[in-house]
């Protein structure tokens, strides 16, 4: 729960004086994404996900809720999956990030994206980018993951459509062909 007692409050000023103001107007911002830097001009206010889809033109990113809560807009933030609309892209600072247009290796697809169309594991394929990316990081860090953390990984994931037993089977299928 916030903390709004006076004496909190009090204690917060001193930095928030001391902050640096910027916006309402665009601002210049550089980001770190898919390896290249970017650079643009946008308000303060605008989230990662709005940054990606608008000014960047990488509109694999999607933005369904706009507040954190169906993971529509799932990106790699230095490797771990985040919820790009609850990120400003003013705060992304140094930190790289990775979208679904930065997953493949030139023409060879991730094996997750590969195993997606191996499973058929998408229909309107609106989910498809933020249950990929979810499920590649997955395999960033757990080779060997049985369903129960494939379906850990996606949790907080909506898929309308009901593609999860196909999303699961298609990333156990990937982590056997990266163990090779
Ligand atoms: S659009 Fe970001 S979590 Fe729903
Ligand atoms: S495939 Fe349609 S929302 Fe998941």
Not at 116 to 141: K, N, R, V, W, Y
Request: hydrophobic share 40%; glycine share 8%.
């Amino acid at each position: 729960m916030l903390n709004t007692t006076p004496e909190f409050i009090a204690k917060a000023e001193p930095d928030g004086v001391n902050s640096p103001t910027v916006g309402p107007d665009a601002v210049p911002i550089a980001m770190q994404v898919n390896g290249v830097t970017r650079t643009l001009r946008a308000e303060p206010s605008m989230t990662l996900a709005e940054t990606l889809r608008g000014p960047l033109g990488l509109t694999g990113t999607k933005i369904a809720c706009n507040r954190g809560a169906c993971s529509a807009c799932t990106v790699w933030l230095d490797g771990d999956p985040v919820c790009a609309c609850m990120i400003l892209a003013i705060d992304v600072g140094g930190r790289s990030v990775t979208t679904i247009e930065g997953l493949a290796d030139g023409d060879t697809l991730h094996p997750v994206q590969q195993a997606f169309i191996d499973h058929d594991a998408l229909q309107c394929g609106f989910c498809t980018p933020e249950m990929i990316m979810s499920c590649a990081a997955l395999l960033e860090h757990t080779a060997d993951p049985n369903a129960s953390e494939v379906r850990a990984a996606i949790s907080g994931h909506i898929c309308r459509c009901g593609t999860y037993p196909h999303v699961i089977a298609a990333t156990l299928d990937a982590a056997k062909v990266r163990r090779g």
